[in-house]
């Protein structure tokens, strides 16, 4: 059995006292649920973003469902998204009977290609769902174009972008899109255990998200004359998919800290760029063009001589203690898809993308000797396949 002194995850958590006394602090207190925690965690990530609302879900995935919802997506209707994502992006739109479509992504980014969507677009096509991959902004000014030109609408799949910017302002300030999904799953740039938000500008797509994360209820714009102070209505069929305010006073405490969370996935990113420079493994991504990424994950992507033994370099690396993951199996391909008719080489840019991508280690706390332990490990591994 190999024993390994060092092993560094792709990704991790970063707490401090802080994070865990204001857990603690709301456990004394009078609501852990349905209390004031959450809409200060609302209000300070709709602030952060520049957007007028936001509502919290109990993860991203129930968020991304609440949006398409919001949005009207019905049965029938269809949805453009990328395949290089997690299956919730596509599933949020199952969940409620429409189809999900497949763009092609971008080689150098990952991110759902803007000229690959266009002829995707029919008279079902109700919204285009860029995915921020990586935490490096789509080229939403494309995206915006598409959507205008075909009456469309956009949501942002930006799960791995708070803290990114595009065009020098935060993704979520909402310019071009209708609404944006943040994700507070550990690995993300800030957590709230798990749970997930939706930015929006409109009030209508703000009301009908409150309603779909809680059954349906409310207790205003009543259909019914109400019988009493009591009196509630379900008007939808909702779900309950409210977030705890023992997770928003950790997403309090944490919003506090982001942006020195992201300038340190920045400066660890420099020192990767610097350091792999010029090396004849892999391949890194670039920025998009006037966007700064928030580096939720450090792609690299494999040269062709070594392809064929990416099975052997992921497990040779983890045995030597980097924790790679990859990101992702495109969509199409999972059983539960082929199933339902995709076609398992749509996408040819991202098949391609798949058999190169590697994901290393991308966390604030990084020290330089981690950095110079992952280059080390990975110069060791991917050489002895030459």
Same mark, same amino acid.
């Given at each position: 059995?190999?024993?390994?002194?060092?092993?560094?995850?792709?990704?991790?958590?970063?707490?401090?006292?802080?994070?865990?006394?204001?857990?603690?602090?709301?456990?004394?207190?009078?609501?852990?649920?349905?209390?004031?925690?959450?809409?200060?965690?609302?209000?300070?990530?709709?602030?952060?973003?520049?957007?007028?609302?936001?509502?919290?879900?109990?993860?991203?995935?129930?968020?991304?469902?609440?949006?398409?919802?919001?949005?009207?997506?019905?049965?029938?209707?269809?949805? &453009?998204?990328?395949? #290089?994502?997690?299956?919730?992006?596509?599933? %949020? $739109?199952?969940? +409620? /009977? *429409? @189809?999900?479509?497949?763009?092609?992504?971008?080689?150098?980014?990952?991110?759902?290609?803007?000229?690959?969507?266009?002829?995707?677009?029919?008279?079902?096509?109700?919204?285009?769902?860029?995915?921020?991959?990586?935490?490096?902004?789509?080229?939403?000014?494309?995206?915006?174009? &598409?959507?205008?030109? #075909?009456?469309?609408?956009?949501?942002?799949? %930006? $799960?791995?972008? +708070? /803290? *990114? @910017?595009?065009?020098?302002?935060?993704?979520?300030?909402?310019?071009?899109?209708?609404?944006?999904?943040?994700?507070?799953?550990?690995?993300?740039?800030?957590?709230?255990?798990?749970?997930?938000?939706?930015?929006?500008?409109?009030?209508?797509?703000?009301?009908?998200?409150?309603?779909?994360?809680?059954?349906?209820?409310?207790?205003?714009?009543?259909?019914?004359?109400?019988?009493?102070?009591?009196?509630?209505?379900?008007?939808?069929?909702?779900?309950?998919?409210?977030?705890?305010?023992?997770?928003?006073?950790?997403?309090?405490?944490?919003?506090?800290?982001?942006?020195?969370?992201?300038?340190?996935?920045?400066?660890?990113?420099?020192?990767?760029?610097?350091?792999?420079?010029?090396?004849?493994?892999?391949?890194?991504?670039?920025?998009?063009?006037?966007?700064?990424?928030?580096?939720?994950?450090?792609?690299?992507?494999?040269?062709?001589?070594?392809?064929?033994?990416?099975?052997?370099?992921?497990?040779?690396?983890?045995?030597?203690?980097?924790?790679?993951?990859?990101?992702?199996?495109?969509?199409?391909?999972?059983?539960?898809?082929?199933?339902?008719?995709?076609?398992?080489?749509?996408?040819?840019?991202?098949?391609?993308?798949?058999?190169?991508?590697?994901?290393?280690?991308?966390?604030?706390?990084?020290?330089?000797?981690?950095?110079?332990?992952?280059?080390?490990?990975?110069?060791?591994?991917?050489?002895?396949?030459?």
């Amino acid at each position: 059995m190999i024993s390994i002194s060092k092993f560094l995850p792709y990704g991790k958590q970063t707490m401090d006292q802080d994070d865990i006394d204001s857990v603690v602090e709301v456990l004394h207190a009078d609501f852990i649920t349905q209390g004031p925690k959450i809409n200060e965690f609302e209000e300070g990530i709709a602030k952060y973003c520049g957007a007028k609302y936001a509502v919290a879900f109990n993860s991203g995935t129930s968020a991304l469902h609440g949006a398409y919802f919001a949005l009207g997506l019905n049965p029938g209707d269809e949805m &453009i998204t990328s395949p #290089n994502t997690f299956v919730a992006t596509s599933n %949020a $739109a199952l969940y +409620l /009977g *429409a @189809k999900p479509v497949f763009g092609d992504v971008q080689a150098e980014t990952g991110n759902l290609d803007p000229l690959k969507v266009a002829d995707k677009i029919t008279d079902k096509t109700k919204f285009i769902a860029p995915v921020h991959y990586s935490g490096n902004p789509c080229d939403m000014k494309a995206f915006a174009e &598409i959507a205008e030109e #075909n009456d469309i609408k956009l949501i942002e799949d %930006a $799960a791995h972008a +708070l /803290g *990114a @910017k595009y065009d020098g302002k935060p993704i979520g300030s909402l310019e071009y899109s209708e609404m944006a999904m943040f994700s507070f799953h550990p690995v993300k740039h800030i957590t709230t255990g798990e749970g997930g938000i939706i930015v929006t500008n409109d009030e209508e797509y703000y009301n009908r998200l409150q309603l779909f994360r809680s059954h349906g209820i409310t207790k205003e714009n009543l259909v019914n004359e109400s019988d009493g102070d009591w009196y509630y209505e379900m008007q939808h069929l909702g779900y309950n998919y409210r977030i705890t305010d023992i997770q928003c006073a950790l997403g309090i405490s944490q919003l506090k800290k982001l942006d020195s969370f992201v300038n340190s996935r920045r400066e660890i990113a420099k020192k990767y760029d610097g350091m792999f420079e010029d090396n004849p493994y892999f391949d890194v991504i670039e920025e998009t063009p006037n966007a700064e990424s928030a580096y939720h994950l450090y792609p690299i992507l494999l040269k062709d001589k070594y392809l064929k033994n990416k099975r052997e370099i992921f497990s040779r690396l983890r045995e030597e203690g980097i924790g790679v993951q990859i990101h992702y199996i495109p969509v199409y391909r999972q059983p539960y898809y082929r199933e339902l008719g995709y076609p398992q080489d749509s996408c040819p840019v991202d098949e391609e993308f798949y058999l190169r991508e590697l994901s290393i280690p991308m966390y604030p706390t990084l020290t330089d000797d981690d950095l110079e332990f992952v280059q080390e490990k990975l110069y060791k591994v991917i050489s002895e396949f030459d």
